[in-house]
T-cell receptor, first 105, second 113 residues
Framework: AQRVTQPEKLLSVFKGAPVELKCNYSYSGSPELFWYVQYSRQRLQLLLRHISRESIKGFTADLNKGETSFHLKKPFAQEEDSAMYYCALSSRLIWGAGTKLIIKP | DSGVTQTPKHLITATGQRVTLRCSPRSGDLSVYWYQQSLDQGLQFLIQYYNGEERAKGNILERFSAQQFPDLHSELNLSSLELGDSALYFC????????????FGPGTRLTVT
């Protein structure tokens, strides 16, 4: 079955600490994976997509086909990173349940 | 501002009633998607329309239906409402029907009492 799994509903880290938001997928084809972010009282917006391989707001995500993962990482968390993060398999419109990231001062 | 608009912002209605949510996509976008976001279920994809035709269906209940009109705006109809339908309903749009970035609207908060 095709699915996207974000195992952590809530992740809390201290400011300045590294952050890793996990995303695992199950898909037999070539995946097109995205990370979306929803800041408090704002609409969902694209953070990054695997195909562009760029870094946005210090976040990066590498597609690991062997481990079927697309984890989102940032070396030094900032308070403004507190938000809800969703991993999505674009080609099948399958979304993970989301991880709420809280950055503690 | 993504360019996607949704009306109304808030809606309060009673169980058993029917409501219509409206979405206007970004100029030039042909795809419209509908999502339901509730506290316990996260973001659930409901349905996608592309240039007036249904393209993909997610976890949409039979009590719910949608359509996309020739001017590309879309409406989501929710009928026989239940308390559990209370949620934030998002609309998103994209230029194509697969693999594109989706631009989200601000959402309609539906409260069923």
């Amino acid at each position: 079955a095709q699915r996207v799994t974000q195992p952590e509903k809530l992740l809390s880290v201290f400011k300045g600490a590294p952050v890793e938001l996990k995303c695992n997928y199950s898909y037999s084809g070539s995946p097109e994976l995205f990370w979306y972010v929803q800041y408090s009282r704002q609409r969902l917006q694209l953070l990054l997509r695997h195909i562009s391989r760029e870094s946005i707001k210090g976040f990066t995500a590498d597609l690991n086909k062997g481990e079927t993962s697309f984890h989102l990482k940032k070396p030094f968390a900032q308070e403004e990173d507190s938000a809800m993060y969703y991993c999505a398999l674009s080609s099948r419109l399958i979304w993970g349940a989301g991880t709420k990231l809280i950055i503690k001062p | 501002d993504s360019g996607v608009t949704q009306t109304p912002k808030h809606l309060i209605t009673a169980t058993g009633q029917r409501v219509t949510l409206r979405c206007s996509p970004r100029s030039g976008d042909l795809s419209v998607y509908w999502y339901q976001q509730s506290l316990d279920q996260g973001l659930q994809f409901l349905i996608q329309y592309y240039n007036g035709e249904e393209r993909a269906k997610g976890n949409i209940l039979e009590r719910f239906s949608a359509q996309q009109f020739p001017d590309l705006h879309s409406e989501l109809n929710l009928s026989s409402l239940e308390l559990g339908d209370s949620a934030l309903y998002f609309c998103a749009s994209s230029p194509g029907f697969v693999g594109y970035e989706q631009y989200f609207g601000p959402g309609t908060r539906l409260t069923v009492t």
